[in-house]
């Protein structure tokens, strides 16, 4: 089964990681004991290949009998189409981050239900994206601050998000990953190139204080994906293929 | 000059209370400076006269000629238009709180550019209320967590949000308070008499560890005024009437 969200539903409350295992652990309402499934983040800037990788994850779990949704972010629920309005027709950069926060909170929730159903999900930018994206956008302010605005986002998540198991950082040269996008020259606000730049170390910075992130970085994205999927393996509990 | 705004509009970038300071004291792109509005934030329950209050601050103000803006929160706003309708349906507590944050985030820009222009600003709820309403919401959840949602929710604020000049808390009997606005025995989410005798002692919890606010406990609305107007002759710097 592979699934496409078009908006959150179902409700599980307000979940921990940690409340999700006791949850699964216990059987909720006393019900039996259910399979938790996990959740695998693709992270990385536009171009890096991350819907291609998640794509070949996802075929890969099925092939296995893994029961798999694919999801994104921002999402197709109320909140998510907002963002992409406001982010098109600019917005304050907090407005922003909260409204990324927002759609992500309905997003744990809609993710919860499923993986106490069993399924893993795949999830195509997740809350790193966020500390990478909007955390580098509030850096320049931030300097006079003494306070680091990346650090900040990832601290914000930590009552409520579900820590994935694995989340995936592809990393590559950015004018690749511009003239795959086909955006090389463009100057939206998202893929101006010195921005992506800064946006690409924060994600490197964060992936080395952040538990469970490999980062990948092969100008082969074939390698990328062999890569991804021993990882996988390892996680199913298989030898690395 | 009396206005309700209907969307944010105007960007000043995004400013700290401090950095609105420094700003002002500077006098923005070399031009000259500017006298610095200030916020008044009236906070309680639905029913205790916040409304009533802000009217009368607000007619003072102007009859010492002080130009004043009356404004709200959730705004009429894109953010703001969504949290009613999301709010009404149902939707993930957090959700709900970072969609108030980033409603906010975007009035913040919005009354910081007006207070550049000298205007004075009375707002009907500000962050006190979102700590107050969600962090009530999430007390429960978080009990067993040891932390603090209401805590929480003002320290996600301190990096971006101006803070008041005055704010004005507005305590009352919850039973008085549900009569004004005709819901007593009604029972949706934010008008329960449990969840309401909640929010109102975390409005006061947050009034003893925040700094410039003023409680007002008083059966008579007019002696209510009357206080008020006294401390924002205070603000004026002219002695009490």
Redesign the interface.
Same mark, same amino acid.
């Not at 917005?91 to 409204?99: A, H, K, Q, R, S």
């Given at each position: 089964m592979m699934q496409r969200h078009d908006a959150?539903e179902g409700?599980v409350?307000?979940l921990?990681s940690e %409340?999700i295992d006791e949850l699964l652990a216990a059987g909720e309402d006393g019900g039996p004991m259910v399979p938790r499934g996990k959740i695998i983040a693709l992270e990385g800037i536009d171009g890096t290949g991350k819907s291609h990788v998640s794509q070949r994850v996802v075929e890969h779990l099925e092939a296995r009998e893994v029961s798999t949704i694919i999801t994104s972010e921002p999402t197709e629920g109320?909140?998510g189409r /907002?963002i992409k +309005?406001?982010t098109e027709e600019g917005? %304050? *950069?907090? $407005?922003? /981050?909260? /409204?990324f926060?927002?759609?992500r909170? %309905?997003h744990?929730?809609w993710m919860a239900a499923r993986m106490r159903e069993g399924n893993w999900i795949v999830c195509d930018r997740y809350a790193m994206s966020s500390a990478a994206y909007q955390g580098t956008y /509030?850096e320049e302010?931030?300097e $006079?601050?003494g +306070?680091d *605005?990346v650090a900040?986002i990832m601290e914000?998540h930590r009552?409520?998000w579900i820590a994935p198991d694995l989340t995936v950082l592809i990393v590559d040269d950015i004018d690749r990953c511009l003239d795959r996008v086909g955006k090389r020259g463009q100057a939206t606000k998202f893929e101006r190139r010195d921005y992506l730049e800064r946006v690409q170390a924060n994600y490197l910075r964060i992936a080395e204080t952040t538990d469970g992130v490999v980062v990948v970085d092969d100008p082969d994205l074939e390698d990328i994906v062999v890569a991804v999927l021993g990882r996988v393996e390892a996680m199913l509990g298989r030898s690395k293929v």
């Open positions: 959150p409700d409350g307000s921990s %409340d109320a909140v /907002l +309005r406001v917005v %304050d *950069p907090y $407005t922003e /981050l909260f /409204l926060m927002a759609d909170a %309905d744990v929730q /509030l302010e931030w $006079t601050k +306070r *605005p900040w914000m009552p409520w």
